[in-house]
C-alpha cells in the first residue's frame, strides 16, 4: 500500500497515505490528529491531495465546519485554504473514478505543511479517511493551475 502514516508522524516523500488511526475501520473519539509534511526539497511549492476516503461531522447550517475539520497550516497563504469537513470521497461510476483533490500552494522556504485533522467529543458520526499526499516541484509541469 506505500508509505503509510496517520496521527503524530511525519511525512518524507511521495505517495504518502494519510490515515486515520483505526484506519480501514472507522474512528469515532475525539482527537487531534496531525501529519508534518517534511519536504524533500527547497524546490517544492505545491502539495496535492487525493481524497481517496473523507468522512467527518457535515457542516452545520451556516456552511461553518464546528465539530469536525481539517485544516491545512504552514503554506505560502495558509487563510486561502478552505477549512474542510462532510464528505469528501472519490465517487465511482461504471465509466471512471473521481478523486476529489486540493492543490495547496507552499513557500517552498517556509518550512514544513502540516495537515491538521480535529474530531470533536459531540458527534456521532463515524471519522474515516485515507488522504494521499504529492509534492510538486516548482518547475514540474504537473503543478495545479488556477483559472
Request: glycine share 8%.
Amino acid at each position: 500500500m506505500g508509505n503509510i502514516r496517520t496521527c503524530g508522524e511525519t511525512s518524507s516523500g511521495n505517495g504518502t497515505s494519510f490515515i486515520n488511526p483505526s484506519y480501514p475501520s472507522t474512528d469515532t473519539t475525539l482527537s487531534n490528529c496531525q501529519l508534518i509534511v517534511d519536504l524533500l526539497s527547497d524546490n517544492i511549492c505545491q502539495l496535492r491531495l487525493d481524497f481517496e476516503t473523507f468522512e467527518l461531522e457535515q457542516p452545520n447550517v451556516n456552511g461553518e465546519c464546528k465539530t469536525d475539520f481539517m485544516k491545512i497550516t504552514g503554506s505560502a497563504n495558509d487563510n486561502s485554504i478552505p477549512t474542510l469537513c462532510g464528505t469528501n470521497t472519490g465517487k465511482h461510476n461504471a465509466n471512471f473514478n473521481v478523486i476529489f483533490k486540493v492543490y495547496v500552494d507552499l513557500d517552498p522556504t517556509g518550512g514544513n505543511p502540516k495537515i491538521n485533522i480535529d474530531t470533536g467529543a459531540t458527534s456521532s458520526v463515524t471519522r474515516e479517511w485515507k488522504i494521499n499526499v504529492d509534492q510538486i516541484a516548482c518547475d514540474s509541469q504537473y503543478r495545479g493551475k488556477y483559472t
